[in-house]
Structure formats: structure tokens, C-alpha cells
């Protein structure tokens, strides 16, 4: 069994020695339940699909959630774990198994904290958001997610990571007219219409935008290119697919619009794939506030989408906080300092206790 109260160096570890690629997290999840119903007997504890949710019923007047994916990308021969020179290699060990063992090892440990603490492991993270653990908790049990600040386990280096970006994924489409390549002049290349598209795109020039003091840099671009028949045919239609990481002070339809007018006039159409809304720094609220003071004031804008975004829509202020590099995850030498994950603990053990 995990062993919760250990170290939380060790329960990283344990965490990381645990395969969880993303849809086979039933194993951890097992020892994840267990070890809470085991050793935090404070929590109330229940399992929806292959998330863990636990609860404290104190009467504390504020409550904390600490949400932490279970799931990795697939492994790259970096399992097990090992630490060489401080630092803690394996896959998820930054992203995000490293803030998973700091929450479990708070709340197995702290039987009187200063909030009521609810605290929500999920799975499916790291793949498409329909499969999302967190939507579907949101969806089936909505009030464990009720609570005056989240904080999400997420790589942050340390800082608090305010809000995240948003983002959409748009497919700029050119139509021609197929011909042999030896008589190009009876065709139209619908690839060569592309080149306007990239022009946009190379000539952009993107927001940096204040909020809150944390600077959000925006970003527009390509990230992969369809098109092509044959080594002798012109072709009568190509693709761009373009990704805006946009500034949570626009919507997901301003940021569509934004997109529209970069390319208005182009001889192609598009068509938004995929959109997710970023969420505001929301550091006004007190209770984030006071994290930010414990955290000793080191702030910096997210960027990148993560599931703060589901709770800024729920009207919950939250945060990024976990001691892996987020430059980091998913690489193959995907690694954690072992000194950052007993910082974070003492963090967050005299946030939760002041």
C-alpha cells in the first residue's frame, strides 16, 4: 500500500513506479483509494471511474481544493523512477505525479488544517477533454467541486501560475483544380494559396497583456500542413491548421474573430476544430491571495491550458502550484528537484495551517 505519510520525495516515487498511461489509471487509482481510506480516515472518500475524491467535514469557514491529474503520456523506457544528483527522473515525475504526492501526503497528514480541504485526483488529463476525468466529475458530482480556491498540482517551477492562456485550433482550407504537373497552367494549386496563409502568419504580431501583473504573450501559429496527391498532380486541395494561444481577457468568440479578421480576404475558409477558454488570474480573491503570500509573492502568468480554466468558469478562483518544471514534462528525460517537492510541501502546509 502507498504509504502516504512517508515522504513525499518517496510517495513520489511510489507514484511514478505506478504505470498510469492515460485511460489505465484503474491501478493507481485502486491505491490511491485505499491508502486514503487507510490513513486519512478524516476524509470522506469516493470513487467516480478512475478518479479518487476525498473531503473533510470540519466547519472550517473556507475549503481548499487540490486537484491533481493521476494519468501520464506514454511511458518512453523512463520507468522506474530513479534519482541521480538530486533530481528525480521518470515519467510524470514533473508532470504531474510529483504535486499529486505533496497533496496526498498533506492530506493524510494534516488532521487540522485552518480550511476544509477537498481533494480531487482524476484521470484522462493528457488526452482529448471529452475524456477529461475533471468534466466528468463536474458533470456527475457537482458539488465536490465547490470551494473557495483550486489549486491545481500542475508544473509551475514553484511560482504561482495564475489563470492560462486560452485556445483554439482553426483549419484555413484552399480549394483548386487538379491537372497533371506537366501542364501546371491547367490546374490551380491549392497548396500555393497556402503561402498567403503562412505570409500572415510569419508577418504576425502578437499581444503581451498585463493582467493582474502577470503577463500573458499571445500566439499564432501553424502546426501542421495537409496536402498533396501525387508526384505528378497539382492539387485541388490543402490545409493549414493554425493554433491561437490567446490572453484570458478575450472569449473563445473574440479569439475566433481575432483569427477571422488575420486572415480576412484570403482565398480560403475555415473551420474552428477546437476551443477551450482560458481563465483570469483571479488573484483578488483572498483566499489566493494568501497562498500568493505564503508562496512569497512569486507570481507569473500560465502559459498553456490547464483545468484551471473549468473552475474559473465555475466562478472559483484558481491557481497553478507543483514543483515540476513544466518545461519539462512529457520529454524523455523528464525530471523533478527532489529539494522542490519538500518546498512545496512546506508551502502549502503553512498555507493550509496559518
Same mark, same amino acid.
Given at each position: 500500500m &502507498?504509504?502516504?505519510? @512517508?515522504?513525499?520525495? @518517496?510517495l513520489?516515487?511510489?507514484?511514478?513506479?505506478?504505470?498510469?498511461?492515460s485511460?489505465?489509471?484503474?491501478?493507481?487509482?485502486?491505491?490511491?483509494?485505499?491508502?486514503?481510506?487507510?490513513?486519512?480516515?478524516?476524509?470522506?472518500?469516493?470513487?467516480?471511474?478512475? /478518479?479518487? &475524491?476525498?473531503?473533510?467535514?470540519?466547519?472550517?469557514?473556507?475549503?481548499?481544493l &487540490?486537484?491533481? #491529474?493521476?494519468d501520464?503520456?506514454?511511458?518512453?523506457?523512463?520507468?522506474?523512477?530513479?534519482?541521480?544528483?538530486?533530481?528525480m527522473?521518470?515519467?510524470?515525475?514533473?508532470?504531474?505525479?510529483?504535486?499529486?504526492?505533496?497533496?496526498?501526503?498533506?492530506?493524510?497528514?494534516?488532521?487540522?488544517?485552518?480550511h476544509?480541504?477537498t481533494?480531487?485526483?482524476?484521470?484522462?488529463?493528457?488526452?482529448?477533454s471529452?475524456?477529461?476525468?475533471?468534466?466528468?466529475i463536474?458533470?456527475?458530482?457537482?458539488?465536490w467541486?465547490?470551494a473557495?480556491?483550486?489549486i491545481?498540482?500542475?508544473?509551475?517551477?514553484?511560482?504561482?501560475?495564475a489563470?492560462?492562456?486560452?485556445?483554439?485550433?482553426?483549419?484555413?482550407?484552399?480549394?483548386?483544380?487538379?491537372a497533371?504537373?506537366? !501542364?501546371?497552367w491547367?490546374g490551380?494549386n491549392a497548396?500555393h494559396?497556402?503561402?498567403?496563409?503562412?505570409? %500572415?502568419?510569419?508577418?504576425y504580431?502578437?499581444?503581451?497583456?498585463?493582467?493582474?501583473?502577470?503577463?500573458? %504573450?499571445?500566439? &499564432?501559429?501553424?502546426? !501542421?500542413i495537409?496536402?498533396?496527391?501525387?508526384?505528378?498532380?497539382?492539387?485541388?486541395?490543402?490545409?493549414?491548421?493554425?493554433?491561437?494561444?490567446?490572453?484570458?481577457? !478575450?472569449?473563445?468568440?473574440q479569439?475566433?474573430? #481575432?483569427v477571422?479578421?488575420?486572415?480576412?480576404?484570403?482565398?480560403?475558409?475555415?473551420?474552428?476544430?477546437?476551443?477551450? /477558454?482560458?481563465?483570469?488570474?483571479?488573484l483578488a480573491?483572498p483566499?489566493? =491571495?494568501?497562498?500568493?503570500?505564503?508562496?512569497?509573492?512569486?507570481?507569473r502568468?500560465?502559459?498553456?491550458?490547464t483545468?484551471?480554466?473549468?473552475? @474559473? =468558469?465555475?466562478?472559483? @478562483?484558481?491557481?497553478?502550484?507543483?514543483?515540476?518544471?513544466?518545461?519539462l514534462? #512529457?520529454?524523455?528525460?523528464? #525530471?523533478v528537484d527532489? =529539494? /522542490?517537492?519538500?518546498?512545496?510541501?512546506?508551502?502549502?502546509?503553512?498555507?493550509?495551517?496559518?
Amino acid at each position: 500500500m &502507498l504509504d502516504l505519510r @512517508a515522504d513525499p520525495i @518517496a510517495l513520489t516515487a511510489a507514484l511514478v513506479d505506478i504505470p498510469s498511461e492515460s485511460r489505465h489509471e484503474q491501478r493507481i487509482a485502486d491505491e490511491i483509494e485505499a491508502a486514503l481510506r487507510a490513513q486519512a480516515p478524516w476524509f470522506e472518500v469516493v470513487r467516480n471511474g478512475d /478518479a479518487v &475524491l476525498a473531503r473533510t467535514h470540519l466547519g472550517r469557514s473556507s475549503r481548499v481544493l &487540490l486537484a491533481g #491529474h493521476t494519468d501520464t503520456v506514454p511511458a518512453a523506457d523512463n520507468v522506474p523512477s530513479r534519482v541521480v544528483d538530486g533530481l528525480m527522473y521518470g515519467c510524470g515525475t514533473s508532470d504531474m505525479k510529483s504535486g499529486d504526492a505533496v497533496f496526498l501526503h498533506l492530506a493524510a497528514t494534516l488532521a487540522e488544517p485552518s480550511h476544509d480541504i477537498t481533494l480531487v485526483m482524476y484521470d484522462c488529463e493528457e488526452i482529448e477533454s471529452s475524456a477529461n476525468g475533471l468534466g466528468r466529475i463536474e458533470r456527475e458530482l457537482p458539488d465536490w467541486l465547490t470551494a473557495d480556491v483550486a489549486i491545481l498540482g500542475e508544473p509551475s517551477g514553484g511560482f504561482i501560475e495564475a489563470g492560462c492562456q486560452g485556445t483554439i485550433r482553426v483549419v484555413a482550407s484552399a480549394k483548386g483544380t487538379r491537372a497533371h504537373s506537366a !501542364r501546371s497552367w491547367l490546374g490551380d494549386n491549392a497548396i500555393h494559396k497556402l503561402g498567403a496563409v503562412l505570409d %500572415r502568419l510569419s508577418g504576425y504580431q502578437p499581444r503581451n497583456v498585463d493582467i493582474d501583473g502577470c503577463v500573458y %504573450r499571445e500566439g &499564432l501559429s501553424a502546426v !501542421r500542413i495537409d496536402g498533396g496527391v501525387a508526384g505528378n498532380v497539382i492539387p485541388d486541395a490543402a490545409s493549414a491548421t493554425v493554433n491561437f494561444r490567446f490572453a484570458p481577457d !478575450r472569449s473563445v468568440e473574440q479569439a475566433v474573430d #481575432h483569427v477571422r479578421e488575420v486572415f480576412d480576404g484570403l482565398d480560403v475558409t475555415l473551420e474552428v476544430t477546437d476551443a477551450a /477558454a482560458g481563465a483570469l488570474p483571479g488573484l483578488a480573491n483572498p483566499a489566493a =491571495a494568501s497562498l500568493v503570500a505564503a508562496a512569497g509573492g512569486q507570481v507569473r502568468a500560465k502559459y498553456g491550458w490547464t483545468d484551471v480554466s473549468r473552475f @474559473a =468558469a465555475l466562478g472559483i @478562483a484558481a491557481v497553478n502550484y507543483g514543483p515540476g518544471d513544466p518545461n519539462l514534462a #512529457h520529454k524523455v528525460d523528464e #525530471h523533478v528537484d527532489v =529539494a /522542490a517537492i519538500t518546498a512545496t510541501t512546506d508551502t502549502l502546509r503553512a498555507y493550509l495551517t496559518a
